[in-house]
């Protein structure tokens, strides 16, 4: 599903090695976590497996085509279809309902309104908050605000979801839930790959990878 060919990140102005000669392989239905110490390329690597950000050196497979020289608006329409993002501060528009919050990607893919909305009801059925679609971000706890990003990250059916540490700064309750969630949607055959720097929520994950200073291992 994803695989890193003697990857690197360097960024220009810096000059800062942020991924260094990383080879990766994460199969169909996999679940992977990927640990690090702050700086150590965590969100440098999830940049680029989300297609956010591209390679200085080596190549990028997603579902077997190379991506690595595709143009911005190639990886825009790749990334709108294929990666399901679930970031740390849950970035719901507050203006918006659950309902709404989940339906926005489908909208910006030109799914009609109706079939757009049942998606969405069914995402957020999937995640146990039905008796919340209307209610607002700001009306929402960190968790079920959490449980919504997760909902709107599945609706558009991805080939792999993104976690970005997605159990930060929720209690531990919250935070098991989540985790749950994440292991139920592995279940069903999602291919995960979760971003953390928490040795429980890794400990999830069917294979554990660590970054440090830029190299992976296992």
Known sequence: MLKLMHASKIYDKSGVCALDDISLTVRAGEYVSVMGASGSGKSTLMHILGLLDTLSGGRYLLGGQDVSALPPASLAALRARRIGFIFQRFQLIDGMSALENIALPLMLQGVPPRERRARAALA??????SHRAEHRPRQLSGGQQQRVAIARAIVTRPDVILADEPTAGLDPEAAADILALLQTLHQKGNTIV???????AAARAARRLYLENGALRA
């Open 194 to 200: 979760l971003i953390t720097h928490d040795p429980s």
């Open 124 to 129: 957020l059925s999937a995640v146990g908050l």
